[in-house]
């Protein structure tokens, strides 16, 4: 079951929120609040993974909200939906382009809108609580998504595939950064010179009367030959590099006149494809062109973000192949991987290894206070955080959701390696049958 947790005053959010969850009852539950110290004590004990913040209600300090959970990385995951009473209230705070925002909208907007956006939550469910598991996974993750002809779709999707890429550590500020930019690019023009047909100078024309660019894609979505057109987004997460597809419905257009195009031959507008060509790697069309691809780079085994609250604790150094700790030593330390590689071994035998996706070492020993059920070693130089059992104790006292973020990433460890024991039970009862 996913929290929604909304910090608003006014009913008819409440409302929304209130039957969107009633369709999807099993995957779903809000808890609303009107108090800005009762929504932050929440969110330090529960730990929700959809944030709803209603910044057009004044009761609601929404951007001390946003502060708390911005202070501490371990509650980036999920994400924030902003609610604001205007269209310059949503200016503001797109403007500060904080990258925990799924999406920011009108009061009037999401009364329309959030059923959609549940709907797409529970699509892409894996998305809202990933910290720690992408290794267990094997690091490499693949999906798609369908948009409609809406720009709040596209805005949706491209900050969401970003948050999460961003939070898994598989991109840092620059990448997520190029990302965006260039899904946005991309998504708009699917939408606006793909799937609704505004040529270049119908777009000049309009843009240079005063018109509003919303209004005339809201019209031209509105069309019948238009109304029933997507937009498909495909992902592929691998190891080091990750790649993503954009394709319209719509008849397609001379992208190679577009790809030799100069930033200097443009005006108005036009400069999204060379934008994007400069910021990702390998960007490329389908002979139509109503298809396009391209590809980043992954950060590999980077630095973690520290939470401000362990930073006090003592940071540790290691060179290439020195101890971590030892096999049936008596050590109840719990060590928080701030950079690099650790290599793992049970009885001289390599059993796994470990990097920042990990996020600890010696988790169980301190746990079930233990012994060191294996070595670790150092590969390469990393970095650690040693922090005392004792301290981590208190430091749970004060802070709960600490102890609930391990125990969840621990939950959801182990239910992967059941999942795993019991698909390796079945080939083996197979095969036993079939010598039989």
Request: charged letters at 25%.
């Amino acid at each position: 079951m996913k929290k929604i947790l909304t910090a608003t005053a006014n009913k008819d959010v409440a409302e929304t929120i209130k039957n969107a969850c009633k369709t999807y009852s099993s995957y779903f539950e809000c808890d609303i609040y009107s108090d800005t110290e009762q929504v932050i004590n929440y969110i330090d004990f529960e730990m929700p993974e959809i944030k709803v913040i209603d910044f057009s209600s004044p009761e609601i300090d929404g951007y001390r909200i946003i502060a708390a959970i911005n202070a501490d990385p371990w509650l980036h995951y999920g994400g924030i939906i902003a609610v604001c009473k205007d269209g310059a209230q949503v200016q503001a705070i797109e403007e500060r382009k904080d990258s925990n925002i799924l999406i920011v909208c009108t009061v009037k907007n999401f009364m329309h809108q959030f059923s959609r956006i549940l709907r797409i939550l529970w699509q892409n469910q894996h998305f809202l609580f990933s910290r720690g598991m992408q290794d267990i996974v094997g690091g490499q993750e693949s999906g798609s998504f369908v948009s409609d002809n809406d720009m709040m779709d596209i805005r949706f999707y491209s900050n969401f595939l970003v948050s999460y890429l961003y939070n898994t550590n598989r991109i840092g500020e620059e990448e997520r950064f190029n990302l965006q930019m260039s899904l946005m690019e991309l998504l708009t023009n699917a939408l606006e010179h793909g799937n609704l047909e505004i040529s270049y100078a119908e777009k000049t024309e309009w843009m240079m009367s005063g018109g509003d660019m919303m209004e005339l894609m809201q019209k031209r979505a509105s069309m019948s030959e238009f109304m029933d057109r997507k937009i498909y987004i495909e992902y592929q997460i691998g190891k080091t590099m990750s790649k993503f597809t954009i394709r319209d419905c719509g008849e397609g257009f001379d992208w190679r006149k577009a790809m030799e195009a100069k930033a200097d031959d443009e005006e108005l507008h036009g400069r999204g494809i060379g934008l994007s060509k400069s910021l990702v790697l390998n960007l490329s069309y389908n002979e139509k062109g109503n298809e396009v691809s391209f590809e980043i780079k992954n950060i590999v085994n980077k630095t973690n973000s520290v939470p401000g609250i362990m930073k006090p604790f003592e940071t540790v150094k290691y060179t290439d192949k020195q101890v971590v700790c030892l096999e049936h030593e008596e050590s109840n330390d719990l060590f928080f991987i701030v950079s690099g590689r650790f290599a793992v071994y049970s009885g001289r035998k390599l059993v796994s290894i470990l990097t920042p996706n990990d996020m600890f070492i010696g988790e169980m020993a301190f746990l079930l206070n233990d012994r060191r059920s294996a070595t670790v070693l150092a590969v390469g130089d990393c970095t650690l955080i040693r922090i005392p059992k004792g301290a981590f104790l208190s430091l749970i006292r004060r802070n709960p959701h600490y102890g609930i973020f391990l125990s969840k990433m621990l939950a959801q460890r182990l239910q992967v390696q059941t999942q795993k024991t019991i698909q390796l039970s079945r080939k083996l009862n197979a095969g036993q049958l079939s010598s039989s």
